[in-house]
């Protein structure tokens, strides 16, 4: 395959692991909730890549088919709903605290 | 294969026959007659939303259309009729065998009808018990009851997901609706904390749980779960490390986010702080149905990745046999794939369930059938062990943290922790059990029925006794509850009754519970010992369990000595807490079960048997 075509199914997946990887990371540090949420969006982009990568019949003989794009379309909705909700949430934390700041999220605890 | 056969094979699956025009109703064996309960629910959800937008709708007590919607909902699933000691007959049209609907993305087998039963049950009461102690208000009515039942919907599908893409997508329809019922009550500190923590989580675990879908569904080359057991078994022998790697690696991600919906340590930092900022009534919700659901997808991926499961029959095939033959009974041995295969180029025109029975390697010869679970045997193991150490870390964590709490959610959040790590117990017995011993297997999924719905009710007792306590006493610390015994007898007895059955004593429920998950333990070390490979690690998890019940007992007793024991406190702000009432009523209500199943729990029993009958091939 890499002899016919020279990009293959694994320039995708590496670049879906850095899409992820990176969207790890800033899950983890940011202490925006909007950061956070950003992280996420990172981390379904490259789990879609991949999908979509895996479903690409140019790029392996076997493949996951259509599958791997229907599951990359459904994901990309559910993506856009679970970030409105999540916005929503930080919005009604703001009114209540005055900040989006996750550290300061610290008053039930025990 | 042509657009016309894609087409009519479609309205096949989905109404089980072509004739009858575009509005005929779906036959009883067809994916949408299966689908009714979801549908009642899909329905009620509508209603919610519209009736308020006629004139006069505001009048309505939302109220009865969520009790209505759920109860016609309970009749069409119908556990009774399917479970019961009198089943329809083999063969025909309702009985309920494995049936993959949809075009595979769900399956509809016993186990289905038993898990959507308990949790349509359970909304069903939760309704009751939101009416009863006042959360929602009338006004913020509909989208609660919304909330509610989009999310039951999505536990209904967890329940009965055959493919990564239901996997995913039911996880998320039951997630998010819950990251918004954390933080229903407006204008509270708290309430908003625990929606964003709740929200912030579980975002990411779904993520990284999408992630290793990814990798799984990509390297088997399929996202339906029967056929990627298939692929698995033919390809696992001679894999190349790597990409076992890769495998286990996907696995793991997958399994932080089932952990996160079982809340398992060291996924569980969201349970207890949404637990403390969110209401009784929410906490019930997420501390059974999620649960529950979570359970029940943790035995379907589970299956997926270790088991063949028995060749179903086709959407609609019973129906076309009976309009060919109506006196002959039908049992027709094909396993139907996903829609996308089919339209896959390069395949040979043939119907949809020859083709998918080439990918799914001769599910219908035992030998192939019988060397194919061999080969997934390592994946079984690996499972299995995995489940187990995280049952027993979960178990133990939840019991020693719950042992310092004050505040009486916070420990029942922590307690319904441990509890999940009792139930996944079962299911690393299930993995153990699975290549050599099907039957005893399926027993021990069982045992994980049977636990579940003890459980419903234990803990729907505990939080609605703390919701109308709240709504008395405007506390849920702990040491406010002294002396209480004094005051409302009844309440406290019940909630003794109720924490003494989550410890596990006879001879309330919560004993037949965990009883039975522990025979399942001795049951897998035995079968494990005559198959020549002894799994010790169950009898280090049936010490585990035995030991944290002796654990639990402390901070359970410790709440009802606070409750009878103690002095009144002085300064107790005055009460009125009536026992004679709606709301005591429905205290008792749901401790009976617990008090009385002992008496006779064969029916229970029986239909948990009946609902593991199709999980595994028979060897």
Not at chain 1, 1 to 23: D, E, K, N, Q, R
Not at chain 2, 368 to 387: C, P, V, Y
Not at chain 2, 476 to 483: L, P, R, W
Request: charged residues 10%; aromatic residues 10%.
């Amino acid at each position: 395959m890499i002899g016919i075509s020279p990009v293959s199914v694994s320039h995708y997946l590496l670049v879906g692991a850095v899409l992820f990887v990176t969207g790890a990371v800033c899950m983890a540090t940011k202490r925006n909730a909007l950061g956070v949420l950003m992280g996420v969006e990172l981390v379904l982009n490259g789990a879609n890549l991949n999908f979509v990568a895996f479903g690409s019949k140019y790029l392996r003989a076997e493949s996951l088919g259509l599958d791997g794009q229907l599951i990359a379309l459904f994901v990309i909705v559910l993506a856009a709903a679970e970030a409105a909700v999540a916005l929503a949430i930080a919005l009604n934390f703001y009114n209540n605290h005055a900040t989006i700041d996750v550290d300061q999220a610290n008053e039930l605890k025990g | 294969m042509n657009l016309h056969e894609l087409v009519s094979q479609l309205i096949i699956d989905t109404k089980g026959s072509v004739s009858g025009g575009l509005f005929s109703l779906p036959t009883a064996d067809s994916s949408l007659g299966v689908f009714a309960p979801e549908l009642c629910l899909c329905a009620t959800i509508v209603l919610l939303l519209f009736i308020r937008l006629f004139k006069g709708g505001s009048k309505v007590d939302l109220f009865w259309v969520m009790l209505i919607g759920t109860g016609l909902a309970l009749v069409a699933s119908s556990p009774w009729k399917h479970l019961g000691s009198h089943p329809p007959l083999p063969g025909s049209l309702a009985a309920v065998t494995r049936m993959e609907i949809f075009t595979g993305m769900l399956v509809y087998d016993p186990f289905t009808v038993y898990m959507r039963s308990v949790l349509i049950g359970f909304a069903f009461l939760f309704a009751v018990f939101t009416k009863l102690s006042g959360i929602p208000d009338r006004e913020d009515g509909a989208d609660i009851y919304t909330l509610v039942l989009g999310s039951t919907l999505g536990m209904c599908l967890m329940a009965s997901a055959n493919h990564l893409l239901m996997v995913f997508m039911a996880v998320e329809m039951a997630s998010v609706p819950s990251y918004v019922l954390a933080g229903m009550l407006k204008g509270r500190r708290t309430g908003s904390e625990a929606a964003l923590k709740y929200s912030v989580y579980g975002a990411g675990a779904a993520g990284v749980m999408l992630y290793g879908i990814s990798l799984v569904a990509g390297l088997l080359n399929t996202a339906h779960l029967p056929t990627m057991a298939a692929q698995l078994a033919e390809r696992l022998p001679g894999m190349p490390s790597g990409e076992i790697m890769v495998l286990a690696l996907g696995g793991l991600l997958m399994m932080v986010g089932l952990a996160f919906k079982l809340s398992a340590v060291p996924f569980h930092f969201w349970c207890p702080d949404v637990f403390e900022g969110a209401c009784a009534e929410v906490n019930a919700f997420l501390s059974i149905a999620s649960k529950a659901a979570a359970l029940a997808l943790l035995v379907r991926v589970a299956i997926g990745f270790g088991a063949i499961p028995p060749v179903g029959i086709e959407p609609g095939s019973r129906s076309v046999a009976q309009q060919h033959a109506p006196n002959e009974t039908v049992s027709l041995n094909h396993s139907n794939g996903g829609l996308f295969a089919l339209a896959d180029e390069g395949e040979e025109p043939t119907t949809a369930s020859q083709s998918h029975t080439g990918h799914a390697e001769g599910g219908d010869e035992p030998n192939a059938s019988a060397a194919a679970i061999d080969g997934l045997a390592a994946s079984r193991t690996f499972m299995a062990k995995l489940i187990a150490f995280l049952a027993a870390i979960t178990c133990t964590f939840g019991n020693l943290a719950a042992y310092g709490q004050t505040n009486i959610k916070r420990l029942l959040a922590y307690s319904t922790i441990a509890h999940a790590g009792y139930m996944m117990m079962s299911v690393a017995a299930f993995l153990v059990m699975a290549g050599d011993a099907p039957l005893q297997a399926q027993d021990a999924i069982a045992a994980l029925a049977i636990y579940i719905a003890t459980y419903v009710f234990m803990n729907l007792a505990a939080f609605a006794i703390v919701a109308f306590l709240r709504n008395a006493m405007h506390t849920e610390q702990i040491a406010d509850y002294a002396g209480l015994i004094r005051r409302c007898p009844l309440t406290v007895i019940c909630l003794s009754l109720t924490l003494f059955s989550l410890v596990g004593l006879p001879p309330l429920s919560g004993f037949i519970g965990k009883f039975a998950i522990f025979a399942s333990l001795v049951d897998g070390y035995e079968v494990s010992v005559s198959a020549g490979h002894p799994a010790g690690f169950l009898m280090v998890l049936l010490v585990i369990g035995g030991m944290n019940t002796a654990i639990s007992l402390f901070y359970y007793l410790r709440v009802v000595k606070v409750m009878t024991m103690e002095e009144e406190p002085a300064d107790r702000p005055p009460f009125v807490y009536p026992e004679v009432s709606l709301q005591g009523a429905f205290v008792w209500l749901v401790t009976a079960p617990t008090l009385l199943l002992m008496l006779n729990w064969n029916v229970l029993s029986e239909w948990a048997h009946a609902a593991t009958l199709y999980l595994l091939a028979a060897a």
